[in-house]
Structure formats: structure tokens, C-alpha cells
């Protein structure tokens, strides 16, 4: 290997630095890069603005950060499950933007493929109450949905070989493509990594074209597991 | 039978073979229960699965899969799962052939109100807003009355839209009513429910047919 | 199953009337629908308007279609291996429209998402000779282009199960997802049908809610196999 | 050694280890034979690779794989395969380090003319236009002049733009010129070419180190 993208967690995120926008994988806690967001904890980063599907569970994922006062504004979709970020929020100390879900990928894609934006008829009939433009296309009314990139991304995926390329699990695949694909430094958190060649280049969810730092999970906390709240009860 | 399961069970005979659906969170969800064995429905998941299965039994949950609203579920044989984007390109480009959405309000007209009480409730929009606009066929199961004892189906939404003019049909735990382009028509009774019930409970013209109607 | 989605070619593609728009996936020969497009020319459909990456070569892909007079427009993005076409053009027989090729699919993709449409900077600097409509987002100047969808769309799988999930091989992948999502009917011809759950369903490329029909290849004809002209001569 | 592997021998020392490249059709192409062995670059295709290795020897093509000129290709361990909306993702999002293309006219501020001659070429635009506004650096490959003897390199472009002022190296069978913001300047001379020989050949203002020029 000529540059290894292999790194340990605190040099992987040690050049985040305060005031960055980070994009943040995970759609509840499958595919949340827990290990990452405990380093960021750790090492202190402040100031941050987040860009998640949710606001995550207290306790887990992105909320002791936001717990932490270390988030200024979190851009999301739904934050129902978070009475810690929606407490926050009603006392003017979090800034929350909430978009459509899909709307929030879009944007997402946009930044993370090269266009400016994306046209929308989702939401029309609130008006220009979130902030949009509009614009005329065949007879047609849309919201002009603008690009939304990242300084870092955070991501979780299931395995990874040496070159970057990620292969996610289940439904720990949802966001975590999107946001590699739009920041300008990728980080991921693998359960594995494989020599090239390992993973059949058919079965590659995200090239390796946009991973540039790989960090091996050193310690799977519960956050990993079964959350008994969203199991069956016997 | 408790509501909720009396509403799913009547929900899930308004879905025809073949068909692709969604479920939200709460009552809809309940649904599963209640699809007919041996016939082919793929049910979708917003945050990527196609093809999802019952809810996981007890200790045999997998971390990596849940449903949309975070509870530890399964896939039957021949299940995709994928990433958001294709999820709501799914939704957006109008493959969800029938959507079941809770609700805050219904508007006579079809207009749904079901993700904000301004200044009170602010969970998020999610996958709602999508699928109430993009789905071929909308259905809402809801109590007919709020906790508060307010109608739920009003002349008019007082609450911000979640998509105008979506509602096609909406299943409570006192009736079946239709949207038309003629206004809202009693089409069913639960069991033990008189008319007079209905229409007192009711926020909006509701137009009942001479015949009598059936119950579920 | 309750509705089986397999289908003879003929049953598969007798829908498709005269006028309409079709979308073929391939990147030159990999991943073009041969079978399909053999189908089309014998049953007589004509007056169409395909949306393919490229012309084919003369003798392949979309090729005969063209050659027999019945192709009235042609949206892609390259077209330099068909000298055929490129005449009918000169002769006025033949309107095709180009697109910078990753814009071409991001259009389709837009139609395949609900999308009305996306901004791009490409080209700008052509101004609005293809037509365009100029916006401004945060100061910067971008193309709207607007979505495109297809009546049609005629894709090749590698691999499917009988709910129409499907799997692509290699360079043969390319255009096939996006066509097969912005098309109201979506017909696909693959080498392989198998029972729901033999693929993995972390190994699918295209979700089978995208795909309405399958049909099964009977005979791969010379056009499936190695082209000696773009092979190395020994 | 034909002028064509001159030029792409050449190229290859533009490529710097752990780089994504993406190489046009015709004397970019050669590069793959000139890849420092050992050092890990990462070949792009637009048709769906990351990866790609050399072409396919004779008897050993696989019909499903291809580089974007149609040429039967290979992969090196560790490649990926992706559709054309990822493909084009990398390149339009920035993750292209060095495109390789070749050249109908270059300006002599980058400017670059390579996809159409109106009413007479139109093989449109395929991949190039985005690799060259979207790419981190564009070296053009091309001969130092036309068939038809006019020099490639010129003051203005005379055929509509690929990308304005997209080139920051231009290398041809004469020699290798940088674009910089104080227009051209020769940097290196082919071997047995004179530099009275390339300003001649030139169509722009060249300028010339004082200083005794490498040779390739």
C-alpha cells in the first residue's frame, strides 16, 4: 500500500475541528458510527453543527454531544425521540432545521454528487415557509432544494477492505452512503477489514473513491446491540 | 378486540395482491398482523427494506435490523434492503401503492394534518410527508376523536399540512369513511357504533348512505 | 405468488405502442437488452423515442431499430460509434439530443425519484444553447434540468428473483437502475430467475418495486458474447 | 518508441501514489502500461469502475466487462463496480485527482475544445465535459499539431468549449507545456525537438526558461 487509509480513532479524528459541519450516518442506532461520535466526546469538539436523519435516543449516539452543549444546530428529519434535543431546542440553545427525509438525502446527494440542487414538489403547499425558492419548469411550480455538503462525514459500515470500499448491513446501510458521498473528509468505523479483493467488487455498497480514513471498532459497547426498548417484551 | 387491532385488521383488507405498501408508526403498523397468509404483499420500510417481515420474536432481535420506527423487526424470502436514497425514490416516484398514516387531523376535503402542533409538538416531519403526497392510495387510521374528545376530522385543518387533498380513506375505531369528490360518505360501522354516533363525533358534513351498512 | 411477474418476451413487450418513449439501459454492449430490443424490431413497434447512453454500433443494440427507420428521436449522451446513426441524422431522419453523460443519468434519476428536476454548473459555459433554464442559488449560477422519464423501460439483469429484485455483473451494471426507475413499465430480460431469498438481500442492486415484468433469455446470440473488434489481437 | 507511448510514458509521472485517475480514450489510455509498478493509483472508468487494471489479453475477455472506449478490460484486487450515477458522483463531487484527455484545441488559458467540430463531428459529449470542469487537475495528451498541420495550441478557441480554463498541462509529441496564470510555458522538450521547432508549432505566446530543458 502506497497511502494506508487504516487509522487509529483519535488520529482518525483529531484534524475535526470546532464549528465543523458533520454529516452523521445512522437512521436510529443501526449504522450510527458510535465510536466515532465517543472520540469526538472525548477529544472535545465544540460548536458543532450536525447533519443526522434523527436526533438519535438519549444517551446514545449524537445525543451526549448534544447533551454536552457541544452541537449548536442540528439539521434532521425527525427528532420525536429525543425530549433532550426538542427540551434544548425550546430554550433556544439548540437550532433544529427539520426537512422531509428523503428532501434531507436529496440535499445530501446533491452536495455529494456535484449539482447544485434538486427540484421539489414535496412540501409545496406549505409556501415558502422553509426558506425555499421557487421556480417555474414546464408549467410546473418547484422548490429549489439547495446542495448540502459536509466538512467531515462520520460513518458505520459492516466491513471494509484496505482500498476503503464499504460494504453496510441490513438497515445500517440508510444514510451512511449519502453522507460519505458529501463531505470532504470520510471517516468510517468498520466491525472489519479485509485485503483487497476480499469483498467481490459487485458486492460493494460504497467505492472506496470517497472513503479516506478507516478506523477498526476496538470496543463494542451496548450501544452496539439490542436496545431492549424496541424489543418484544416476553 | 382492543381499537387499534379492530382498525388494523379492517386496514389490511383494503390491500390487494401484489400490492406494495407502508406502514407508519402505532395502529398502521399492527397491520402485520393481519395480512392474509399466502397472498403477495411487499411492504416497504423507509429506512430500506422491501420486504419486511413480522416483528422479530424475543431474543432473536438483530441489531442491524429495524423498522421505521426503531422496533427490532424481520424480512421474508426475497427482501432488498437499500439506502435512503432509493427508499423515497421508491415513495417519491409513486411505486407505495397503498400508504397507512396516523393522524392529528382530516380535513373533508382529504387534507392531512399529522406531524406538527406548533409551539407543542415538534417530532419532525420523517418519512410523512413523502408518502401522504406520492403514495397512489392514502388510508388513515386514527381514534375518531382526539384525547381531548375534539372531532379529528374537521371541515378545515387548523393544523399546518402534512399533504393537501391525500386522504382516500379513513379507518377509526367507530367507522369506515370515504373521501369523494362529493365530501366524506359513512361507508362502515364498528360493531356496537350507531349512525347518530358517528355523525355527532364527526367535525364535517358526513353523508350516509339509505342502505344499511355494514359492520367490522 | 400472487401475480407472477415472468413473462414470454413476446407477452413482455406486446404493450409497447408506437410513439413511445423508451429508456435502454447499457453502456455500449454490457447490460444492453438484446433480447428485448430483438422483440421490438419484430413485432414492428415504431416512431419511438429511445434514451440510451449511446447509439450501439452499427448491427447491435438499438442499432437495428434505427436502421429500419424506427427511431424518430435519440436522447443520450455519445453516439461516435454509430456512424449509421450520426447519417440519419445528417439527413434529417433521425433528431438526436446530447447530454454530458453523468447529466443525462442524473435526469433520468430525477424522473426516477419524484424529482422535477436538478441544478447543475455543467456546460454552463455553452450558455443556453441546450436549451436551458438559468437560476441562481446563494450567488452562483446553475442549469435546471428538468427530469426525464419513459414509458418504457427495457433493462439487462444479470440475475433475478420472481419478485424482480435484481442483480447487475460488473460494467454491464451502468445505466440499467436509473432506467429502470423513471419508467412507467419496466420490463427486464436476465439470464437467471431465481426463488425469492436465493439472493441475498444485501446483494441487490435494484429493488424488485422498480420491476413490473421478467423475462427469461432464451438464446443469446453473438451480440451476448466477446466482440472481437474491441478485443486485443494477438 | 512511437510518439504516442512517448506521450504516455510521460503522463504517468503527473501520477502521484494513492491517486484516482481517469483516463479518456486513445493515448490516455497507454498510461495503464506505464504505471509505476508498486504504487497504488486507483483507475476510474465512467462505464462503472474503480480499479480498473489492464486490458484483457487475447482469449481472456470478459463480455461483461469493458473500459469506457468498449475495450474488454480487467480489475485489480480490491476494485468496485457501480452504476453510471456513482461513476459520474466521483467525478462531478471533485474525486478525480488527474484527468487524462485528449484535445481538438487547447487555449492558451486552458481553455479546452474536444467534443465537437460544428456540421462536421458530433460523436457528442460522453464523459469529458464533466471530467474536464470537474476534475482536480486535466493534463492533455495530444499531437503538438493537427492533421491538417495547424497548430492545437492556440491564442483562442475557435470550436465551442469542453470547459473553460480547465488544462493545467498540456504534454505532446513535442513537448510539455504548463498553463499557468501567466499563460504558457514550455517545460520540457521530447527528445531531438528543438524548441525554435515547438514555438513554431505553437499557436499561442510560449514562454521559455532561460534554463537547459529535461528531455523525454
Partial sequence: MGNSKIFSVGDACRSIVDGATILVGGFGQPGTPNSLLRQLLAQGTKQLTLVKNDASEPGLGISPLIEAGRVDRLIASHVGLNPLAVAQMNEGRLKIDIFPQGILAEKIRAGGAGLGGILTDIGLHLGSSLVAQLVEVDGISYKIEPALRGNVALIHAERADEMGNLVFAKTAYNFNPVMAMAADLVIVETAEIVPPGAIDPDHVHLPGAFVDRLVLIEEFGPEYGVLKHHALQT | ?216
Fill in chain 2, 1 to 216: 378486540m382492543p381499537y387499534k387491532h379492530r382498525i388494523a385488521r379492517r386496514a389490511a383488507q383494503e390491500i390487494e395482491a401484489g400490492q406494495i405498501i407502508n406502514l407508519g408508526i402505532g395502529i398502521p403498523n399492527l397491520i402485520m398482523d393481519y395480512l392474509p397468509p399466502g397472498q403477495q404483499v411487499f411492504v416497504h420500510a423507509e429506512n430500506g427494506i422491501w420486504g419486511m417481515g413480522p416483528r422479530a420474536k424475543a431474543g432473536q432481535e438483530d441489531p442491524d435490523l429495524i423498522d421505521a420506527g426503531a422496533a427490532y423487526t424481520t424480512v421474508v424470502p426475497g427482501a432488498a434492503f437499500f439506502d435512503s436514497l432509493m427508499s423515497f425514490a421508491i415513495i417519491r416516484s409513486g411505486r407505495i401503492d397503498v400508504a397507512f398514516l396516523g393522524a392529528l387531523e382530516i380535513a373533508q376535503n382529504g387534507d392531512l394534518a399529522n406531524w406538527i402542533i406548533p409551539g407543542k409538538m415538534t417530532p419532525g416531519i420523517g418519512g410523512g410527508m413523502e408518502l401522504a403526497q406520492k403514495a397512489r392510495k392514502v388510508v388513515v387510521l386514527t381514534t375518531h376523536v382526539a384525547k381531548s374528545g375534539q372531532p379529528k376530522i374537521v371541515k378545515n385543518c387548523s393544523l399546518p399540512l402534512t399533504a393537501p387533498a391525500c386522504v382516500a380513506l379513513i379507518i377509526t375505531d367507530l367507522a369506515v369513511i370515504e373521501v369523494t369528490a362529493e365530501g366524506l360518505w359513512l361507508r362502515e360501522l364498528a360493531e356496537g357504533v350507531t349512525v347518530a354516533e358517528v355523525v355527532a363525533k364527526t367535525g364535517a358534513p358526513l353523508q350516509v348512505p339509505s342502505d344499511a351498512l355494514p359492520r367490522f
